[in-house]
Every structure is written in structure tokens, then in C-alpha cells.
């Protein structure tokens, strides 16, 4: 019971960045297709991203030194930018419209799970059990930030894309710190 505490509060840790991120993409206006679609890749990337991570993560690190909080930075700066850029546009662009930007997406709040992946060993013995822990979780998270970022939507109107975008920034600003 203590492990699977230990590995539901490490899922919902791992699921937070990933919230405010859905929420921020939720608020330009996804519709329930790329929401379900956004949702089941991010927990797909947070089954495999930790396996990986345990598999392969010691042996890349010591080999190439890179800091994720650094590389996630640098996607979520991204994508604040290119939020912005929409603003001045007449028409309303979704950034997330295809497979590329799914996986995009995915695989960018999925960085630290890979990183958690390295130091699996010390909460859990069953690695598949966990890493599937973490799919659901991140699932959840993932739906609901879209969700309520659509609602807030319906909410505020086009001052939610502004919201979206300062979220993003001060995520992108936060990890790049983290990295530096």
C-alpha cells in the first residue's frame, strides 16, 4: 500500500505541469476530437517515457549531460510564442491539428517522466504497474486541463488565449530556470 501511494503521488506530481499546460491549450479552442486524441497520447507517452527512462536513462545521462527542466523550457517558451503570434491573426489557430503537434505535445510533458523513470527502482519493483499508474493519471490530468481550459473559453472569450499564453510563459520560464 505504501508503494502504490509513493507511486500515485509521484503520477499526480508528474501530472501537474501537465495540467496547466492542457488548461493554457484548452483555452484557444480544441474541439472533443483533438482533446480525446491529446489526452490518450500524453498517457501513452507517460506508460512508455518512465519504461524508457529506466531502461536507457543512467546510461544516456552519463553520456550526454542535458537538463530536461531546460529542454521543456525552450518547447513551452515555443509555444507561448506561437500563441501570441495567433492573437494578431483574424483567424483562430489551433496549433494542436495534427499527429506531428500530438506527439509534439505529448513527448514535451512527458520529458520528466523519463527522468522519473531513472529512479523508479527506489518507489517500485513492478515498473509496468507503475508507468500504467502514471498513464491514467496523466490522462485524467490531461482531459480535464483541456476541458477547463475550454470552458474558461466559453467563459472570457478570447481573453482566455491571453491567459493561455502568460501560463505558458511562466511555465517556459520556470523550467528554464530549473535548467539553467
Known amino acids: 500500500m505504501s508503494n502504490f501511494l509513493t507511486v500515485l503521488l509521484v503520477a499526480v506530481s508528474l501530472s501537474m505541469d501537465t495540467f496547466s499546460l492542457s488548461m493554457a491549450y484548452g483555452m484557444i479552442g480544441l474541439d472533443n476530437k483533438n482533446i480525446f486524441r491529446l489526452s490518450i497520447a500524453v498517457g501513452i507517452f507517460h506508460l512508455f517515457m518512465p519504461l524508457l527512462g529506466n531502461f536507457l536513462g543512467e546510461y544516456i545521462l552519463t553520456i550526454i549531460k542535458f537538463d530536461v527542466s531546460l529542454i521543456i523550457g525552450i518547447v513551452f517558451l515555443t509555444l507561448s510564442i506561437q500563441i501570441m503570434f495567433s492573437l494578431f491573426k483574424d483567424e483562430e489557430v489551433t496549433p494542436i491539428n495534427g499527429l506531428t503537434s500530438i506527439v509534439i505535445f505529448a513527448l514535451s510533458v512527458s520529458l520528466d517522466s523519463f527522468s522519473v523513470g531513472i529512479g523508479l527502482n527506489a518507489i517500485s519493483n513492478n515498473h509496468i504497474a ?51
Not at 466559453?154 to 502568460?166: P, S, V, W, Y
Request: aromatic share 10%.
Open 130 to 180: 507503475s508507468s500504467s499508474i502514471f498513464m491514467v493519471i496523466s490522462f485524467i490530468f490531461t482531459y480535464l486541463g483541456l476541458k477547463s481550459g475550454e470552458k474558461l473559453t466559453n467563459l472570457i472569450g478570447n481573453k482566455a488565449q491571453i491567459i493561455g499564453m502568460i501560463i505558458l510563459l511562466i511555465l517556459s520560464i520556470n523550467y528554464i530556470i530549473k535548467g539553467c
